[in-house]
């Protein structure tokens, strides 16, 4: 038997918690049951919906909105700015010095396990401007379900006017998708992978684009790399790289990279500790490789730059430089007749 969901749990606290004691006046078909939602549901669930039509609703968004609700009445600490506390998804009135709002969007919000505990969690946007100014900060909002109740932790910064497109549970990891823009420059497009380690942690911010792609190191900080040694770098997702080292294969997951935010175009790019095969090979392809190691593990910031990503790295004045690998094409199929 699977795990209750955060609708099902978060509700029978209702019954017992003051704070949760939530009204919901929407419409629902008569008799028609809750639906019980697993973990790989909701990591795969990528439909929500608009909570404010009036039609009969199917169970799957009644549970949906109910679980808004519960978003839109929980209190939300905030850095720099305390604590608000949420009645029907709004804060503030004209004698507060901040206001703030929950996104409703069915895209800004997501459901599922983000701290590995195998139950459901929920994230979603929340607004905020202070005193007279118009312009809008907005922070991403987790609430954890920890020992059937919602346990909102504290909210993390996106930016100021910042435009996000989509937020999805993958793999653990909340990925949010948002233009950001760029002083004298054009608007950086990238999506961010947040982690609970316990707090909200920027674990990468990569351009879309670059997911599933293959590199391949052309320069290695300003030495060359020697002929017809293949040595790689692949995008596996949003927080795991993999590839050929010259000599043996390699994978490495991205970590923290809070510290290393920029305000150019690059990208804050921090790579774990590397784990690979151990293959012999020439003295001259092993000295390569491991300085090709070396590199990534120091690894700070990376750009695309025409048609070669850039890997800038802490004590080198020279990137490690790589040319896209491309994508073969998939072969003809034969008329066997």
């Known amino acids: 038997i699977g795990k209750p969901s955060i609708s099902q749990r978060f509700l029978c606290t209702a019954h017992f918690h003051n704070s949760f004691r939530i009204a919901i006046d ?8 809750l639906p019980s939602y697993t973990v790989a549901q909701a990591n795969n669930q990528t439909t929500g ?30 850095p720099d700015r305390g604590t608000v506390t949420l009645t ?24 599922g396990d983000v701290n590995g505990d ?15 100014s118009a312009r809008s900060s907005v922070y991403l909002v987790t609430a954890l379900n920890i020992n059937n109740q919602p346990q909102p932790i504290p909210a993390t910064l996106l ?11 993958r793999e653990g990891k909340i990925a949010v998708t948002m233009v950001t823009p760029k002083p004298n420059q054009p608007d950086l497009r990238v999506t961010r992978a947040y982690q609970v380690q316990p707090q909200l942690t920027l674990v990468s911010a990569m351009k879309e684009e670059l ?7 052309e320069d290695l900080s300003g030495t060359g790399v020697i002929d017809r040694v293949r040595t790689t ?22 970590q923290n990279a809070d510290a290393l935010e ?9 790579v774990g500790a590397i784990v690979s095969t151990r293959k012999a090979c020439p003295p001259a392809v092993m000295n390569q490789e491991t300085k090709y190691f070396r590199a990534l593990e120091r690894s700070q910031r990376m750009s695309v730059d025409g048609s070669f990503l850039l890997i800038y790295t802490e004590g080198s004045n020279q990137p490690l430089k790589f040319t896209q690998v491309p994508v073969p094409l998939p072969s003809p199929v034969r008329n066997r007749s």
């Open 262 to 270: 920029t305000s150019t175009s690059d990208l804050p790019f921090k």
């Open 118 to 132: 195998r139950n459901e969690d929920a994230v979603a946007l929340l607004d905020v401007t202070a005193g007279k």
């Open 88 to 111: 029907n998804g709004t804060f503030g009135n004209v004698s507060t010095p901040i206001k703030a709002t929950l996104n409703t969007k069915p895209d800004l919000i997501a459901f």
């Open 159 to 169: 930016g100021d006017r910042v435009q996000v497109s989509s937020i999805a549970v």
């Open 233 to 254: 770098i692949r995008f596996d997702g949003l927080t795991r790289i993999s590839g050929q080292g010259g000599c043996n294969q390699y994978s490495a997951q991205l």
């Open 26 to 33: 929407a419409p629902r078909a008569q008799g028609s049951p």
């Open 211 to 217: 997911v599933n792609t293959e590199w391949l190191l």
């Open 49 to 78: 919906y608009n909570c404010l039509t009036r039609e009969v609703w199917s169970p799957e968004k009644q549970a949906w909105c109910n679980k808004l609700k519960i978003l839109q009445n929980l209190s939300y600490s905030l």
